[in-house]
C-alpha cells in the first residue's frame, strides 16, 4: 500500500494525524475516547465492490498539492487575501485539491474557504445515511499477526462511536464507500494477515471530547446524481457580508411556517432572537394557517418596530393556506388575491406596494396527491399568477417570494429520478415555472447567484430528511430583471427550525 501524505483533521481544534501511516481497514466510522498518551488510528474503507475504485484513492502527489494549498492558506488565511486571487489562481489552486472550479469568482472564493473551514470536515467529503448516528459498546478485540516484523500486542477494549455514511461518500469516488476511524489507546499492534490495514501512533496531550462536534447536515453534499462541479450550500462561508448603513438597501425574508400558531408554541423557537439575529426588513409567511378569528390576538403578539402587517385566509377551508407580510417599512398600498373569485378564496397572495417595487407574499397551490389539481395548478393558477405580475411590473419592478411548490431543476432536490411523478417536480409543473415566469423576464435570485451550489428550503417530516439533508428547494425570490444585478444576496437560513421548511432572505440595494 502507498503511503501519503494527507493531513487527516478529525473536527476539532488543532488536532491533525498524517495518513503517511493510515491505512484501510472496513465498515463504519468509530472513534473511542481519548486517553493521554499514545493513540491509534484506524482508517476503514469498504467499496461497494470488490475491487476498491481508483477514484477514491487519494494519490501521493495530490496530497501533497493539498497540503501545500494549506500551507498557502494559513499563511493568508483571511477575506482579503483570497478575494485578491485572480479566478485563473482560485481556479488552479482548486484544481489541485479536487475542488470545483466552474462558476463565478463569488463561487470560486466560496468553494476555497468551504474546502478549508476552520474546526470542521470537508462537508464535501461524506454524506450521511438515512440511518441516525448511533453508540454502541464494541466487544473486547484480539489482536493476531502481523504480516511482516510481528508484535505481540495486548487485549484492549474500545468504547466506539459509530457514524453510518450513506454511498454517495467520497467527492470525485464513483462508487460507495465507507469510512471508519478507531481510536483506542493501545501501543502495541499488529494486522491482521492479508487485511487491508496499518496503525497509526500519535502523541495526544489533551484530552478532547468528540461528540461535541456535529456536522451541520445542510453542509454535507446531498444528492443521488450529483455533478462533479456542485457544492454543499454552507451560509457561513456563502453568504454576503451585511452591507453598510450608508448604502440604502432593504433585508427580505420569506418563511413557510406550515402553522403559525403551533410554531409560536415551540419553546425552541424565538421570533425575537430570529429578528435581532436577521434585522430583517419585511417578513413574508405563507401556510399561516390561520382563521380570520385568529389575526387580531396574533397581530398583538407581533414584535416593537413591525407595526405593519397584512393578513389573508383561507375561507373555503378553514384552518387552510393563508398568508401574510409583517412590514416596519409602511407599505404604499396593499391587495389580496389575484382579483379572480376562482383563485382567491384560500388566502394565497398577499401584494404590498413599497416606493421602488413590488412584493407579494405567494403560497402556490400544490398538486397534490395523486397529482389531483395538476391540471388547475399549470392551465390556471401559474398563467393568472404570471399575467398579474407582468401587470403590475408595468409601472414598478416585483418580488415575488414564497413557496412555489416546485423544485425547478435537478440539482433543487434530492432525489429527482424517483420523485418525477411526485407534486412539485413533474415536467409539467417545471415547464410552466419557466414558461410562466423565467421566460418572462423574472430570475431565480438564489440560482442565479449559486449556479452550482446544492441548497435546500424543504425537508419533510415523514421519512427524517432535514437529519440527511436529503430535501428540496420550493421557496424564491423571483424578482423583475430590471433589479436583478441590485441584489447583494439571496441566501437561506437551513439552521432556523420549527417548520419543514427554513426561511429563506434577500438583500436587495436600493
Excluded at 245 to 261: A, C, F, T
Excluded at 296 to 304: C, D, G, N, Q, T
Aim: a neutral charge; charged letters at 30%; aromatic letters at 8%.
Amino acid at each position: 500500500m502507498n503511503h501519503h501524505t494527507l493531513v487527516l483533521g478529525l473536527g476539532f481544534p488543532n488536532f491533525f494525524i498524517p495518513t503517511s501511516r493510515i491505512g484501510v481497514i472496513s465498515n463504519s466510522l468509530r472513534i473511542t475516547n481519548f486517553i493521554s498518551g499514545k493513540v491509534f488510528i484506524r482508517l476503514r474503507c469498504t467499496s461497494s465492490t470488490s475491487k476498491m475504485n481508483n477514484s477514491s484513492i487519494i494519490h501521493p502527489q495530490e496530497s501533497t498539492m493539498k497540503g501545500r494549498v494549506g500551507e498557502d492558506i494559513s499563511a493568508t488565511n483571511n477575506a482579503d487575501a483570497i478575494g485578491k486571487m485572480t479566478v485563473q489562481q482560485l481556479k488552479s489552486k482548486l484544481r489541485s485539491i479536487g475542488g470545483p472550479t466552474k462558476g463565478s469568482k463569488q463561487d470560486l472564493i466560496c468553494a476555497f474557504k468551504q474546502f478549508f473551514a476552520e474546526e470542521i470536515d470537508d462537508p464535501r467529503a461524506v454524506v450521511e445515511d438515512e440511518k441516525s448516528i448511533e453508540v454502541n459498546q464494541a466487544d473486547v478485540e484480539k489482536s493476531s499477526k502481523r504480516k511482516a516484523k510481528s508484535r505481540s500486542v495486548e487485549e484492549h477494549a474500545e468504547v466506539t462511536t459509530t457514524e453510518s455514511v450513506d454511498k454517495r461518500v467520497k467527492r470525485r469516488a464513483k462508487q460507495a464507500t465507507d469510512i471508519s476511524i478507531t481510536v483506542t489507546s493501545e501501543v502495541k499492534t499488529e494486522t491482521k494477515k492479508g487485511s487491508r490495514s496499518l496503525i497509526v501512533s500519535e502523541d495526544i496531550e489533551t484530552k478532547v471530547d468528540i461528540s461535541e462536534h456535529q456536522v451541520e447536515p445542510w453542509t454535507v453534499l446531498a444528492h443521488k446524481k450529483p455533478q462533479k462541479d456542485w457544492i454543499a450550500y454552507n451560509p457561513k462561508v456563502m453568504r454576503e457580508p451585511p452591507l453598510s448603513r450608508d448604502i440604502k438597501h432593504v433585508k427580505l425574508m420569506s418563511w413557510n411556517v406550515n402553522g403559525l400558531r403551533a410554531l409560536l408554541k415551540l419553546e425552541s423557537f424565538s421570533a425575537l432572537e430570529l429578528a435581532e439575529r436577521e434585522d430583517f426588513d419585511v417578513l413574508c409567511l405563507q401556510e399561516t394557517k390561520l382563521q380570520e378569528k385568529d389575526v387580531e390576538a396574533i397581530k398583538e403578539r407581533l414584535l416593537e418596530g413591525y407595526d405593519n402587517s397584512f393578513w389573508t385566509c383561507s375561507v373555503s377551508k378553514l384552518g387552510y393556506s393563508g398568508t401574510a407580510i409583517i412590514s416596519r417599512i409602511p407599505p404604499l398600498s396593499v391587495k389580496y388575491g389575484l382579483g379572480i373569485s376562482d383563485h382567491d378564496s384560500e388566502g394565497r397572495l398577499v401584494t404590498t406596494e413599497f416606493e421602488s417595487f413590488y412584493l407579494i407574499s405567494g403560497y402556490v397551490p400544490n398538486s397534490g396527491d395523486g397529482l389531483k389539481r395538476l391540471s388547475y395548478r399549470i392551465t390556471e393558477w401559474d398563467p393568472s399568477l404570471s399575467n398579474y405580475i407582468k401587470e403590475l411590473e408595468k409601472s414598478k419592478p416585483v418580488i415575488l417570494t414564497g413557496d412555489l411548490n416546485c423544485a425547478h431543476e435537478e440539482i433543487d432536490i434530492f432525489n429527482p429520478a424517483g420523485n418525477k411523478r411526485s407534486a412539485g417536480f413533474t415536467i409539467e409543473e417545471r415547464n410552466s415555472f419557466e414558461e410562466n415566469f423565467l421566460n418572462k423576464g423574472f430570475v431565480d435570485t438564489f440560482r442565479k447567484r449559486h449556479p452550482n451550489v446544492v441548497g435546500y428550503t424543504y425537508w419533510g417530516f415523514r421519512h427524517g430528511g432535514r437529519k440527511t439533508n436529503k430535501g428540496w428547494r420550493l421557496d424564491y425570490f423571483l424578482v423583475s430583471e430590471s433589479i436583478a444585478d441590485n441584489v447583494h444576496d439571496s441566501y437561506i437560513l437551513p439552521d432556523v427550525t420549527g417548520s419543514d421548511h427554513c426561511p429563506i432572505g434577500l438583500v436587495l440595494k436600493l
